[in-house]
């Protein structure tokens, strides 16, 4: 059976911990033409603070649409924008990014919530798995790159769905843990929801 979601919240946040000492906070708004996330996150990572906003739009169909992110560090400051077509298609700043084709998700190495996106759109059942290639935007200088990942949804503790995800190009693998709304509550080495 298809996983199903609560109502999003208004509001949530997430310490960030292990790989960095931080705070995220996002607003959520779920509308006729789809979703919108607006957060940002403050840390320290290897000695270096930084700081990350976003705005994510999201189609129904939970397809990101574009994406502005800004960042600054004591060396710079940064910005870009991705726009994406639904189908796998992305522009970078208005320059087409064939390196991103076949990707539906945007992800933040900054932002927890990302990982909200793929297990929405996907709706996956217990025992499913699938591969969900993500433009992920790096924390420090907002570098856009290929992330390939996997989502693979296992048996449910209570109304909290779990998911075994792996990114073989940091050799991670972890058990994420949702709750009824489909937020991360638990991203191992990275962090814990708070709100």
């Known amino acids: 059976m298809p996983a199903t979601f609560a109502q999003l919240p208004a509001a949530a946040a997430w310490r960030h911990q292990d790989a960095r000492d931080g705070f995220e ?14 957060g940002s996150t403050s840390a320290v990572e290897d000695g270096e603070p930084w700081v990350v906003r976003y705005e994510i739009v999201l189609d129904d169909a939970w397809r990101t649409t574009t994406a502005h992110v ?29 390196h991103l084709d076949g990707c539906l998700d945007v992800d933040l190495e900054s ?14 059942a217990v025992g499913q798995e699938a591969e969900t290639p993500a433009a992920y935007v790096r924390a420090l ?46 991203y191992p080495g990275i962090a814990v929801r708070v709100l």
Do not use: K, M
């Open 141 to 186: 200088g907002l570098e856009v790159e290929r992330l390939e990942q996997r989502y693979a949804r296992i048996e449910d503790d209570g109304t909290r769905q779990r998911f075994d995800y792996t990114a073989p190009v940091f050799d991670y693998e972890g058990r994420l843990v949702y709750d009824a709304a489909g937020l991360v509550l638990d």
């Open 70 to 98: 800004s960042g600054q560090t004591r060396a710079a400051a940064h910005e870009v924008r991705l726009e994406a077509d639904g189908s796998g298609r992305w522009r970078v700043d208005g320059v087409a990014a064939p």
């Open 111 to 124: 932002s927890s919530c990302t990982n909200t996106l793929p297990i929405h759109r996907l709706r996956l």
């Open 25 to 38: 906070a996002v607003f959520l708004e779920t509308g006729d033409a789809g979703h919108r996330l607006r």
